[in-house]
Every structure is written in structure tokens, then in C-alpha cells.
């Protein structure tokens, strides 16, 4: 079965870092493109980037190319999202989620995680 | 960025009655070289992630039920719920797969009248 479990709720400050995880299970992590979903309090969803775990080759959204970066550990098949330095603005419930189909970079998402809800306020 | 826009916001169907949910690109999703529509469908229930209903336009995810169905070509979409049933209250949300960022329409809320 495939499975994809966040890490759990965060509450940060302005201006601090965070790195929150998506670890993947029952599929060959290396060959699937993953990718993470913003949600803001009571808002829809924003596609934020994806990235090819067998060689890090990403795909970031202009609204988030420069704010957040998206890596692997291939080695833990497990997925990241990073932030340098959070904004009240940032605070969201973010979610990642797997391609469909194998290898295909042009897809819809298959199995999502169960969110992560990232807090920022001072 | 391709811009996905759905109609209405917000619906109030009575429960055995037909939900239509329409999403409009703005710009073609349809891939000449294969003749598909790069588009599929999630419904999002309160408290849940998302969940794909419907992919290639009009192609039924394996257990999504019959009721849920997928029509449209290029730039105009629509998604079908052919009797309402209680646990189809949800938002949904179109979504084009066809060029990077993979953008989302703003959703739309259906309700039980």
C-alpha cells in the first residue's frame, strides 16, 4: 500500500527556519515525481512545485520559486519542505502528494499525505 | 500560469438531485499529439486531503462512484454528480496537469439543500 505521513504540526515565529517531511512507503520512491500543495486557512489549493526524487530535477511554481525549497533524501524516501526565514503569511496547512504514474512528470497527484499545519505568529 | 476558473463558488443541490460543477483554462489543455485533455478532478472533504475523482478530463479513478462523471474538451470542463448523496458534501477542485505550475481552479463548495 502506498503511504505518504507528514510530520506533525508546527509552530514557529517570524523569521525562523523550518524544514517539515513526507515519508514515502510501498513504491520505488526514486521514480515517482512528488510534490507539495498549499492550503491557507479556509482557502483552495496552490501547487507549489514537485520534484523527481532519482536526480532532484524540480519544478517550482513562480509564486514559490525563491521562497521555499523542495529536496529528498533518497535514501529515507522521504520528501522536504524548507523555509529560510517564515512569514505570518506562510501559516497554511501544506500537503504532499505523489504522481500517479511512474516516471510521468505531466500527471495529476495520486496519493497525498495527510497535511502538515504550519502556524507563524510572534 | 494557465488560470483555472470554476463556476459556481458554491452549490446547494437537493440529495438525489444532478450537481454540475463547471472549470474553465485559460488556455487549451488539450495535447493534439495524443488528443487528451491534461485535467482531472478532486473533491475535498472537511477535515481531509484531497482525493482525485476523475483524471483525463473523464476518465473514473478505480472505486470513485458511477454518480461522479467527467465531460468537456480544450478549455471548458465539467464535472457531474448525477444524484446527490450525503457524503458528497465537499469542495472540488479542477486541476491542469498540462505545463508547469500545475494550477488549481479556487474550488467549489457543494452543499445539501
Known amino acids: 500500500e502506498v503511504q505518504l505521513v507528514q510530520s506533525g504540526a508546527e509552530v514557529k515565529k517570524p523569521g525562523e527556519s523550518l524544514k517539515i517531511s513526507c515519508k514515502a512507503s510501498?513504491?520505488?520512491?526514486?521514480?515517482?515525481?512528488i510534490g507539495w500543495v498549499r492550503q491557507m486557512p479556509g482557502k483552495g489549493l496552490e501547487w507549489m512545485g514537485i520534484?523527481?526524487?532519482?536526480?532532484?530535477?524540480?519544478r517550482y511554481s513562480p509564486s514559490f520559486q525563491g521562497q521555499v525549497t523542495i529536496s529528498v533524501d533518497e535514501s529515507l524516501s522521504t520528501a522536504y519542505l524548507q523555509w529560510n526565514s517564515l512569514k505570518a503569511s506562510d501559516t497554511a496547512i501544506y500537503y504532499c502528494?505523489?504522481?500517479?504514474?511512474?516516471?510521468?512528470?505531466?500527471?495529476?497527484?495520486?496519493?497525498w499525505g495527510q497535511g502538515t499545519l504550519v502556524t507563524v505568529s510572534s | 500560469d494557465i488560470v483555472m476558473t470554476q463556476s459556481p463558488d458554491s452549490l446547494a443541490v437537493s440529495l438525489g438531485e444532478r450537481a454540475t460543477i463547471n472549470c474553465k483554462s485559460s488556455?487549451?489543455?488539450?495535447?493534439?499529439?495524443?488528443?487528451?485533455?491534461?485535467l482531472a478532478w478532486y473533491q475535498q472533504r472537511p477535515g481531509q486531503p484531497p482525493k482525485v475523482l476523475i483524471y483525463w478530463a473523464s476518465t473514473r479513478e478505480s472505486g470513485v462512484p458511477d454518480r461522479f462523471s467527467g465531460s468537456g474538451s480544450g478549455t471548458d470542463f465539467t464535472l457531474t454528480i448525477s444524484s446527490l448523496q450525503a457524503a458528497d458534501v465537499a469542495v472540488y477542485y479542477c486541476?491542469?496537469?498540462?505545463?508547469?505550475?500545475?494550477?488549481f481552479g479556487q474550488g467549489t463548495k457543494l452543499e445539501i439543500k
Open positions: 486541476q491542469q496537469y498540462y505545463t508547469t505550475p500545475y494550477t
Open positions: 510501498g513504491y520505488s520512491f526514486g521514480h515517482s515525481w
Open positions: 502528494a505523489r504522481h500517479y504514474n511512474w516516471n510521468d512528470e505531466y500527471n495529476w497527484f495520486g496519493p
Open positions: 488556455q487549451s489543455v488539450l495535447y493534439s499529439s495524443n488528443n487528451m485533455n491534461y
Open positions: 520534484i523527481y526524487p532519482g536526480n532532484s530535477d524540480t
